[in-house]
């Protein structure tokens, strides 16, 4: 299995800024894209920006110029890096691995979701 943590999620005014973290572990073959998923009040959990094995990173639209994801391939983590955060940016965030594992003799890809880091931007 692959097991994922997400940490870094607290209390912030608004124009701050938060950098969360998130660490996969277990028995991995390899990572093909690791992503952060958000879910506001009241609304449907969304795609918020993904790295991918080759370096490619991708942002939601509405995000972009205040988002940066960041990932450590060596130690499978990723960072998501949040700069001038307004209130709508309060909610749980989601680390997610597109990941490939080794089980009897077979290499089995599934996407594996962390139990999520609560955000909170208020002043």
């Known amino acids: 299995q692959v097991q994922m943590v997400e940490s870094g999620g607290r209390l912030v005014q608004p124009g701050g800024s938060l950098r969360l973290s998130c660490a996969a572990s277990?028995?991995?073959?390899?990572?093909?894209?690791m992503n952060w998923y958000r879910q506001v009040p009241g609304k449907a959990r969304e795609w918020v920006a993904s790295?991918?094995?080759?370096?490619?990173?991708n942002y939601l639209d509405s995000v972009k110029d205040r988002v940066t994801i960041s990932r450590d391939y060596s130690n499978n983590t990723v960072d998501l890096q949040m700069d001038s955060l307004k209130p709508d940016a309060t909610g749980a965030y989601y680390c997610?691995?597109?990941?490939?594992?080794?089980?009897?003799?077979?290499?089995?890809?599934?996407?594996?979701w962390g139990p999520g880091t609560h955000v909170t931007v208020s002043s």
């Open positions: 790295a991918t094995i080759a370096g490619t990173t």
């Open positions: 997610t691995a597109v990941a490939v594992r080794l089980r009897a003799g077979l290499l089995l890809q599934d996407n594996y």
């Open positions: 277990g028995s991995i073959f390899s990572i093909n894209v």
